[in-house]
């Protein structure tokens, strides 16, 4: 009997001991850490569904759409609804029937790719059409844990035309989402890569929405418990006009080069063609690794915006910087003449003309109006590298524009201090005899000898290119004389009324400008010519680098004198 009492006591006291340690633990859970599990259990049933907001669409001066968005469905689910290869399999097979080709290692591939959480919403298809969604929802055996999604796709309607300037957006990288962690961005958000698209990213954007879901026990959705829609970003006009641009394209179309338009007084970019041309849709949409390298390894380099970021050798075009320089530094003035015979011997080298024959004596204007490089020479020596690059610095040469687009090069405004950096040697005379004439180490782009052009036409007033229309900046004056600026002037007038540029009259607009033919170390000369129009009350200027192009007089000079005809004869 004393055996059996001391049995029930130690069966009670154990049953005692239990019921306190559960009730100790009923009492932990459920007062102590009550409100921690209440949050965790509300957690558990709710589900955050972010929107990307839609880009601001982007259109030219007249109000032509170039970049816009166009409304697509995605099929959003959980990864825990289709964790099987039996539904896998089974949705495949639905979106076969419906024409919409995708295989299960494709939707296998497409989750594993997104690697969430198992109760976070994924893509599983995306870029349906409305047609093909009503399609498969109304398919009695589509799976009704999956959901459909309105998204927006990035278009650009002009395509090849405008790719240059717009760019394109893709989904944001690792790095980028790194560097603008605290900007709001998530992984899958699509970003501006290039043109106008990156530069203006800020305002495009918009702001993205929410909407809060609760969910069932396997993440499905049950109903909406709070929404803010996501707001559309600012959209952008530019001051580009497509029907100048369209034409400046055309004209390039067999060419490798750059050709723009741009207004001389406000710096407002009307046309800014670059040969050979992309197509920035599929880069939107995404393209293979293979495709993507093709593109970024062809040789003839689609994607270098060549109005902007190509630098070549002004060649002769470079004379009306260099008639200002010497008119402003008194080395020269409008009686002063020299005699050309074909080439200028100096030291133990003999720089030829373009002329083997000789132009005889010229003063400025002549020099100018048939592009003797003799003279040029000789103004040059008289003035000094010095004071030529003053006027270089006064100009903004070897700097950015600054227009607003990425990726534009300063060129190179050489000099000794440049030349003994890079090269670790002396200027030499010689340096500055190439130099009088654009070749050498001067390297400008089709931009900056556009800039230089609409100061010589509006009066010696510097702007700044743009192509946000809200992107005037007040003209720089650089001080240039008016008289000294006429004289360089009538020797522009000259250049196409009765010199090299005659092929430029020939449209039926007065126009003035510049011929340039520049050496080029990897083939046949390249051709320039820099104008603006009409002559007396210039409005525009334009620029036409054409590589391998040979002789700026007849290809380059009626590219630039069509695209003006055009801009004036369309200004209404």
Not at 109 to 117: D, M, S
Not at 219 to 228: C, E, F
Not at 309 to 337: D, H, Q, W
């Amino acid at each position: 009997m004393e055996i059996l009492d001391s049995r029930l006591k130690f069966f009670f006291y154990g049953i005692t001991l239990s019921v306190l340690i559960l009730i100790s633990g009923l009492y932990f859970f459920q007062i102590n850490q009550g409100d921690k599990y209440i949050r965790l259990a509300h957690s558990n049933r709710l589900r955050m569904i972010r929107f990307p907001a839609p880009r601001g669409e982007i259109f030219d001066r007249h109000g032509v759409p170039l970049a816009v968005n166009d409304t697509t469905f995605s099929i959003m689910g959980y990864p825990l609804d289709l964790n099987t290869p039996a539904k896998l399999e089974n949705l495949s097979k639905i979106l076969m029937r419906h024409g919409i080709p995708i295989t299960v290692p494709d939707l296998e591939k497409t989750i594993k790719q997104q690697r969430l959480a198992p109760y976070r919403v994924m893509k599983i298809v995306q870029n349906l059409t409305m047609t093909q969604m009503v399609e498969l929802v109304a398919d009695y055996e589509f799976p009704r844990e999956l959901f459909p999604l309105s998204v927006w796709r990035r278009t650009y309607p002009a395509g090849t035309i405008a790719a240059n300037i717009l760019g394109y957006v893709s989904e944001i990288s690792e790095t980028e989402l790194k560097a603008r962690s605290e900007q709001g961005y998530t992984g899958g958000d699509l970003i501006g890569k290039s043109g106008v698209e990156r530069s203006y990213e800020e305002i495009l954007r918009g702001s993205p929405g929410q909407e809060a879901l609760e969910v069932d026990a396997r993440g499905r959705k049950i109903r909406t418990l709070d929404a803010n829609p996501a707001v559309k970003g600012e959209d952008l006009h530019l001051t580009l006009d497509m029907a100048a641009q369209k034409l400046a394209v055309e004209l390039l179309s067999d060419y490798k080069g750059a050709l723009l338009a741009m207004d001389v007084n406000t710096g407002e970019i009307l046309a800014l063609a670059s040969s050979p041309v992309y197509d920035n849709n599929p880069l939107t949409w995404g393209v293979s690794a293979r495709e993507w390298n093709a593109i970024v390894n062809n040789p003839d380099r689609p994607m270098l915006d060549r109005a902007i970021a190509g630098v070549y050798p002004p060649a002769s075009t470079f004379k009306a910087f260099m008639s200002i320089a010497c008119l402003e530094e008194n080395v020269i003035n409008e009686r002063t003449m020299f005699s050309c015979r074909g080439g200028l011997r100096f030291g133990s080298h003999t720089f030829k003309c373009w002329k083997h024959s000789g132009h005889g004596g010229l003063n400025v204007t002549g020099a100018l109006q048939h592009s003797c490089d003799v003279f040029f020479y000789l103004a040059g020596l008289k003035s000094g590298i010095d004071k030529l690059i003053k006027w270089g610095r006064k100009f903004h040469l070897g700097e950015p524009t600054g227009i607003d687009l990425p990726g534009e090069s300063g060129g190179n405004i050489a000099g000794p201090d440049w030349k003994m950096r890079r090269f670790k040697t002396q200027w030499l005379n010689g340096d500055t005899i190439n130099y009088s004439i654009g070749q050498g180490y001067m390297l400008m782009t089709p931009i900056q000898i556009a800039r230089v052009y609409a100061a010589i036409a509006n009066g010696g007033k510097m702007v700044t290119p743009h192509l946000n229309k809200k992107g005037y900046k007040t003209p720089e004056n650089i001080g240039v004389t008016p008289a000294k600026l006429a004289i360089v002037q009538k020797g522009l007038e000259y250049v196409v009324s009765r010199g090299t540029g005659s092929r430029a009259g020939r449209f039926g607009i007065p126009i003035a400008g510049k011929t340039g033919t520049a050496q080029n170390s990897h083939g046949a000369d390249h051709a320039l010519f820099a104008g603006y129009a009409p002559v007396g009350n210039p409005k525009y200027v334009a620029v036409a680098v054409v590589e391998a192009g040979r002789h700026g007089s007849s290809v380059a000079a009626p590219l630039v004198a069509q695209l003006l005809a055009h801009l004036l004869s369309h200004e209404d």
